[in-house]
């Protein structure tokens, strides 16, 4: 898919906000993957060796790896932002006195903050919400200090593929989420002027009880669709039950299975 055609495709960030605002207070009961994906992310080697004065954690939710990133011997300073206020309002519950040094409330393409600012910035799983994915890289290469780095996760394009296929034997609607192939990530940093990149990418698979039960999983992760070219109004009970009744052909003895394609990026802002 070209950049041009996933920029027309994407999402109202009206909605993405209030989705996460209405699911903040019991989001933590549906993080269990997004958790397993953040401590890969915090594995990284460029976590690992350096120290770092400042780092910023961009969509940071509730605050699990602001959590993380503060208690880390070599970070000093981290700063929690997120675009949904109730999600940071759950993020400085949940960290204790002093786990923070700043709370800021902002969309990840317009960051209110200085130039050269961050050792690191650090992301998970919030991009795949982003419309402007040069415009969000460009903000991030633009806070960053020289030779800063930029670290996250997003969803890639195999990511509820199951859906998506049980989906299409109903109807040609788009029911669920786009998500961006490694190759429009990689040239989107470039664009922004980002240097030694790595991406990589792996599948995790989780079984639900039921397909019922994964839409109300990704509901209540703030992750159900939310694409502009998504059906307005109540799908069809009909084609609803079809699509339920296609997926159910996919159980296995664990379950039916939704597929998340896990995309693990580092980059650097290399000025040298
Ligand atoms: C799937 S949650 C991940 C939260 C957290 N990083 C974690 O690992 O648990 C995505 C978060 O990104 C935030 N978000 C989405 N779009 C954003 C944007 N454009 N700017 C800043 N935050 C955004 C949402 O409000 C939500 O809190």
Redesign the pocket.
């Known amino acids: 898919m070209s950049t041009e055609k996933f920029q027309k495709e994407t999402y109202s960030?009206d909605m993405?906000?209030q989705s996460?605002d209405v699911a903040a207070q019991d989001y933590n009961q549906y993080?269990s993957l997004?958790?397993l994906i953040?401590d890969h992310l915090l594995l990284q080697e460029t976590m690992q060796r350096q120290s770092f004065q400042r780092v910023l954690?961009?969509?940071?939710?509730?605050g699990?790896?602001t959590k993380k990133l503060s208690q880390r011997g070599n970070v000093n300073d981290v700063y929690a932002?997120?675009?949904?206020q109730s999600?940071l309002n759950q993020a400085r519950y949940h960290l204790g006195a002093g786990q923070a040094t700043g709370f800021i409330c902002?969309?990840?393409?317009k960051l209110p903050l200085t130039d050269n600012m961050f050792d690191a910035i650090y992301?998970?799983?919030?991009f795949q919400?982003?419309e402007n994915l040069e415009g969000v890289f460009s903000q991030a290469y633009r806070a960053l200090c020289p030779d800063g780095s930029f670290v996250f996760s997003t969803f890639g394009p195999k990511t509820l593929i199951e859906l998506k296929e049980s989906w299409g034997k109903v109807d040609e609607a788009v029911h669920v989420n786009s998500f961006v192939a490694k190759n429009i990530i990689q040239r989107n940093l470039e664009a922004a002027g980002f240097k030694n990149i790595s991406i990589e990418a792996e599948n995790k698979v989780v079984y639900y009880d039921s397909p019922k039960q994964l839409m109300l999983d990704l509901k209540g992760?703030?992750?159900h669709n939310m694409n502009r070219g998504r059906r307005v109004g109540l799908t069809g009970v009909h084609a609803f039950k079809a699509m339920l009744q296609a997926y159910e052909k996919l159980r296995t003895k664990q379950g039916v299975p939704a597929t998340f394609e896990a995309v693990y990026v580092v980059a650097n802002k290399n000025c040298g």
């Open positions: 960030k993405v906000r996460f993080t997004q958790r953040g954690d961009i969509g940071a939710g509730t699990y790896v932002l997120d675009i949904a999600m902002a969309d990840a393409e992301s998970n799983l919030v919400w982003c992760m703030g992750a």
